[in-house]
């Protein structure tokens, strides 16, 4: 099936996958989660389900856009079992 272009019909640009952070906040400062994912070697699935059960940093909300602290996700990085033990909440 072949899909049929209509030239007098007008541009609709697709959507971005994620977005990107508001521009009043520092992207230095702030990880969306393919970045997230990226860092911790851990798929985007698991990085939501362990921000769920208190295992890794709580994500910030600006909105419809969710991001983590880059400090958070660094001091996850640098001990991961020890951030659990400061950080859960419980099972």
Known sequence: MQTQ??????????KPRH???PPDVSAASFMRVPAVAMATGAAISTI????RQGKFPEPVR???ITA????DVTA???DP???RATHS???
């Not at 272009?5 to 697709?14: E, Y």
């Open 81 to 83: 079992a020890g951030w």
């Open 19 to 21: 977005a990107p952070l």
């Open 89 to 91: 909440v419980g099972d």
């Open 5 to 14: 272009i209509n030239p007098g019909a007008p541009f609709v640009a697709p």
């Open 48 to 51: 939501w389900t362990w921000a």
């Open 76 to 78: 996850f990085l640098a």
């Open 62 to 64: 600006f909105g419809r």
């Open 68 to 71: 983590w602290r880059s400090s």
